[in-house]
Every structure is written in structure tokens, then in C-alpha cells.
């Protein structure tokens, strides 16, 4: 069932021993919504900890620093940035059932929590963590407020988006009245990367092909490349929005090969298109300007097809 603010509050100031949990192949929002909530809690003197089924990209280890691990069996179970079960990944599959508390901003959110509170209008996850927070009284450290930038910045491609709100703003620069360092974040999430990313994303650019009428700019990133380029899976964070920024592109689609073998589809979209509406065709989903989805045991150019033949008919739906 969904509840208010005020209600989401209560449930954590009400509950000890909570087990937060973020999605996997974790990205800035769901890191900085936990780490915002398990400072929260922790600076109420409750016993809390963090999960997640991979490991934290190096880049964002600094949101947990100075946090110390607590080993307790959870008694509350809180998801944040979790919007589906099979978010959850194989390391948290025992958990899916067993929620018990949902904050989220996916307006495709489908409710598997006992209680739920979700914001679709809310532009990252860590906006509804802030309202969380504020409303249970938690005094927001320069830390937190960190945490809370993290998610909001990255969610917003640097507020370059249109999901970003006037509220939006307005969080972000109480976040910096209260000590976040915007200026380091912004330039550790947007204008740093690796050699070794440098290198996958120049091999993705000579891979990209056009389709329908230039519409729709795809990419495929097999997983030799990383071996090959010595690349991290968390650093490919981003790879899925250079196909958008294309002039005339519509639909820009990135497609990644996971160890499993598996394809997960990254489909940014500028208007009038809709990138949930088309990931939810394929059992996924996400927001209106940037969602995904995943097959399982497809080829890809069945994969690729398939996606085709969905852009196209949202196109001339939209009578285009």
C-alpha cells in the first residue's frame, strides 16, 4: 500500500536494526539515498547497514566513508531507488519478498513493498530522501548533504535534464548551504574519467549505427571490450547517453553484454518519445527521457530488431 511522508518517517523512527538495500550495478542515486538514510539513522543512535548485490564503483566509495560495519539480523527492511524484484539482483534475491518499506521516485514502480512511498515527480531518488530525512527531524551533516547532492546531480546528467524541477534547484542549493562540495562532485562524476573508460567509449562510438531515418542511434558494448581495455563495469556509467546527444536523435540506445551473457538495454530519449514506454514493452521500465531493460538467452540481432521495430511504431504513434 502507499503511504504519506509523515507515515514513511514514523515507520523509521519506529524501527531498529534496518537493512537498507540499493539496486544492482549501483549508480549515484540509489549509493546516495542509502548512505544519506544510514548516516540519518545512524545519527539517531539506531543500528543500521547497508546492502547491495555489487560492490560499490570505487567513485562513489566516499559516500560510505567513516561508516563502520554493523553485523545485526535486520528486524526492518527499507529499499531506496528500487523501483522492481528484479532490480534486486541474484546477491539480494532472498530480500525481494521481504520489504518493508519502499522510497522511490519510478513512477514505474510496481508496489512490492508492504508500504510504499514514491514521488514520480521527484528527479532522483535522494529528493525523497531529503523530504525523508527533514521530515524525521535528522540534522543534515556536510556528509549527508553530500550523499544527497551525489544522487540528485547524477540523476539529472548535472541538472541537464527534463525531469529537473524548480523544487530540484531549490534542494540542491540548500544541499551546498549545508556544506555539500558541488563543485568537487560535479567534477568527479562528469568531467573525470579513465583511460581505460576512454578507450571503451571511443570503440563504442566507432561501433554506433544509424536507423530509422537517423532517428535512433544504437551501440553495442560486448564484454571482451572490457577485458580487453582493463574497464570496470561501473565505469561505463554515462556510455548510455552519448547516442542521445546527437543532433536529430530521438531514441538513443545502448546495449551491454552482462558475464552472464545476458543483454541490458540503456534507451535514452528526447521528446516526444517515451523511453519507459518503450522498455516497458520488454517487461522493463524506468522514466519518460531515460529507461531500460534486459533479455535473457536473445541474440542480439533479434534484440536489436525487436527494439527497432518498438521505436518505430512509438515514432508513427507520435506521428512521426
Same mark, same amino acid.
Given at each position: 500500500?502507499?503511504?504519506? +511522508? ?18 544492482? &550495478? ?6 546516495? &539515498? ?6 540519518g +539513522? ?14 560499490? @564503483?570505487? /567513485? ?8 563502520g ?24 534475491? =532472498?530480500?525481494? !519478498? ?15 513493498? /508492504? =508500504?510504499n512511498?514514491? !514521488?514520480?515527480?521527484? $528527479? $532522483?531518488a535522494?529528493?525523497? +530522501? ?13 556528509? %549527508? ?6 544522487? %540528485?546531480?547524477?540523476?539529472?546528467g ?5 525531469n ?9 542549493? !540548500? ?9 568537487? %562532485? ?6 573525470t ?11 563504442? #562510438? ?5 536507423? #530509422? ?5 544504437? *551501440?553495442?558494448v560486448?564484454?571482451?571490450w *572490457?577485458?580487453?581495455?582493463?574497464? =570496470? =563495469? ?8 552519448? @547516442? ?28 516526444? +518519445?517515451?523511453?519507459?514506454? %518503450? ?11 531515460? $529507461? ?7 541474440p542480439?540481432?533479434?534484440? /536489436?530488431?525487436?527494439l ?9 504513434g507520435?506521428?512521426?
Open positions: 500500500m502507499d503511504i504519506t +511522508l509523515e507515515q514513511a518517517a514514523q515507520r523509521l523512527l519506529d524501527a531498529d536494526d534496518i537493512l537498507i538495500l540499493s539496486h544492482q &550495478s549501483p549508480d549515484g542515486d540509489t549509493l546516495g &539515498s542509502a548512505s544519506a538514510l544510514l548516516r +539513522l545512524c545519527s539517531l543512535g539506531k543500528r543500521a547497514r547497508f546492502l547491495c548485490s555489487d560492490p560499490v @564503483p570505487k /567513485k562513489f566509495q566516499y559516500l560510505f566513508g567513516g561508516l560495519a554493523q553485523d545485526f539480523a535486520p528486524k526492518f527492511i527499507v529499499s531506496v531507488d528500487i523501483a522492481d524484484r528484479q532490480l534486486f539482483g541474484p546477491g539480494l534475491a =532472498e530480500y525481494r !519478498e521481504q520489504v518493508d518499506l519502499c522510497l522511490d521516485h519510478h513512477g514505474t514502480n510496481e508496489r512490492f513493498a /508492504k =508500504e512511498y514514491v !514521488e514520480p515527480r521527484a $528527479a $532522483a535522494c529528493e525523497v +530522501l531529503f523530504l525523508v530525512l527533514k521530515e524525521m527531524r535528522v540534522k543534515i551533516s556536510r556528509e %549527508i548533504a553530500d550523499c544527497l547532492f551525489t544522487g %540528485i546531480c547524477t540523476d539529472t548535472c541538472f541537464r535534464y527534463g529537473v524541477t524548480p523544487r530540484t534547484h531549490r534542494m540542491a542549493a !540548500e544541499l551546498m548551504e549545508l556544506g555539500a562540495r558541488a563543485a568537487d %562532485i560535479n567534477r568527479e562524476m562528469f568531467d574519467k579513465s583511460r581505460s573508460r576512454m578507450e571503451v567509449e571511443r570503440r563504442a #562510438l566507432d561501433s554506433l549505427t544509424f536507423h #530509422l531515418q537517423d532517428r535512433c542511434a544504437f *551501440l553495442y560486448p564484454r571482451r *572490457l577485458e580487453e581495455c582493463h574497464a =570496470e =563495469e561501473s565505469e561505463l556509467e554515462g556510455l548510455a547517453s552519448l @547516442p542521445r546527444q546527437i543532433e536529430g536523435v530521438l531514441a538513443g540506445v545502448c546495449v551491454r553484454e552482462k558475464p552472464d551473457g545476458s543483454l541490458k538495454v540503456s534507451l535514452r530519449t528526447n521528446d516526444p +518519445l517515451s523511453a519507459a514506454s %518503450i522498455c516497458e514493452a520488454f517487461g522493463g521500465g524506468g522514466h519518460r527521457a531515460a $529507461a531500460g531493460c534486459a533479455f535473457h538467452n536473445v542480439l540481432e533479434e534484440v /536489436k530488431e525487436k527497432l521495430a518498438e521505436i518505430q511504431r512509438q515514432l508513427e507520435c506521428g512521426l
